[in-house]
C-alpha cells in the first residue's frame, strides 16, 4: 500500500478486493510503503527496492496499488469510491487467477460515475467562496490530514 494502514483510500480499496474474491482461497501479502513517513526521495528509493526484493522473492501473480490525494491538500476532485475501486480490481483478478480469463481479454473500463470531494480546508486557505450546493453533494474534507490529532 501506498501509506500505512489504517489508511483510508488504501484500507477502503482492499476491503473491495478482499470483498470481491468473496470465499475463494488465495494467499496475500500487504507491503506497506509509507511515503508519507519515507518522504525523501533516499527514503522512497529504500521502500521501492525493499518492495521489489519482496516481489522478487515470492513472485506474485498479481500486484495492486493505488493512492488518494484530497486529504493532502488538493483542493478537489471527483473520484469513485475506495471501495468501488477495489471491488473493481477484485472482480478483475478473480477473473484471471480463479475463472483462468487471459487479461487481454477483458474490457478495461473508464469509471463513469464520480464522487466529488472537496478538501475546504484548502478552499479557505485560497480564499475561495464554496456555495451550499457543493457542500451538500461532496465529500467535504474539513481540515488537512496532518492538523488531526494522532490517534
Known amino acids: 500500500m501506498s501509506f500505512e494502514s489504517p489508511w483510508r483510500w488504501t484500507d477502503g480499496q482492499w476491503q473491495g478486493f478482499r470483498e470481491s474474491l468473496g470465499a475463494t482461497p488465495y494467499e496475500s501479502r500487504v507491503f506497506q510503503m509509507n511515503v508519507k513517513r519515507h518522504s525523501a526521495p533516499e527514503a522512497k528509493a529504500r521502500q521501492g527496492a525493499e518492495a521489489r526484493a519482496l516481489i522478487d522473492a515470492w513472485k506474485p501473480d498479481l500486484l495492486y496499488f493505488w493512492i488518494d490525494r484530497v486529504h493532502y491538500g488538493v483542493l478537489a476532485s471527483s473520484t469513485i ?18 475463472d483462468g480469463r487471459v487479461p487481454s481479454s477483458l474490457p ?43 490517534s
Open 81 to 98: 469510491s475506495e471501495l468501488a475501486q477495489g471491488r473493481a480490481a477484485g472482480q478483475l483478478a478473480r477473473a484471471i487467477l480463479i
Open 108 to 150: 478495461i473500463e473508464p469509471t463513469r460515475l464520480g464522487n466529488p470531494a472537496l478538501n475546504l480546508a484548502r478552499a479557505r486557505q485560497l480564499g475561495l467562496p464554496v456555495r451550499s450546493g457543493l457542500l451538500l453533494s461532496a465529500e467535504v474534507i474539513k481540515q488537512f490530514e496532518w492538523e488531526r490529532p494522532a
